[in-house]
């Protein structure tokens, strides 16, 4: 056995001292690093929150309060379309959920989201128009509106109204308006209408609408 010993010694040559110690190095380095992992085993690390720098929360729909819309306009007026001279007056109900889709909220009273709707106009020359759409709703300091918006819908000119070319019309414009502490909302808004030259005839007409923004959660009552 000493004789094996003394080969394997004569065997490393002048390096049985450097090996020795080069081991003994590794095991003396090796041992704080094991040490240091059993010490973070059990350890619980709480997540990060990081925070949007630009400060706003997404979200994919927020709900809100159900509005009816009252309104009075001056249509047909020859803005944009042919001047004929068949202007009337037209009144309008329109329905708006509180849902308000792809939103976008900041802290400081600036709110966008895509608000649908659906309404209707009854002209005092018997036309009438049923319509569906939707608008990008910009609300600042939580109390200003500004909402481009576009629709589309069933016309009739009901025998005496405008004969706009056909019975599928396209409604867009914009609404600016004023909205309460109560939630009543107060505003008026430019309409386009026409067919897109889906008829043989497309004259186009215009209304500017005053309307009344009444919440149906029963607050102002």
Known sequence: MTQIFRNIFNGLGARPLTTALGIIMMIAAVQPVAHAEDDLIGIELEPVQIADSSGFETVRSTSGVDQLAFGIAYGNSPVLAEADGEETV???????????????????????????????????????????????????????????????????????????????????????????DNQVQAGLALHHMSNASIGDRNPGTEHVTFYLNIPLDGSIF
Request: avoid cysteine; glycine fraction near 16%; aromatic fraction near 18%.
């Open 90 to 180: 037209l009144f309008n109900i329109e329905y708006r959920p509180g849902h308000r889709y792809l939103s976008y909220t900041d802290n400081d009273g600036f709110d966008f989201g895509v608000a649908p709707f659906v309404g209707g106009y009854v002209g005092a020359d018997s036309s009438a128009y049923g319509y569906v759409g939707f608008g990008l709703e910009f609300v600042i300091d939580d109390h200003f509106i500004i909402m481009p918006n576009t629709a589309v819908g069933l016309y009739t000119d009901g025998g005496d109204g405008r004969d706009l070319g056909h019975a599928i019309e396209f409604r867009s414009g914009i609404e600016l308006a004023y909205r309460f």
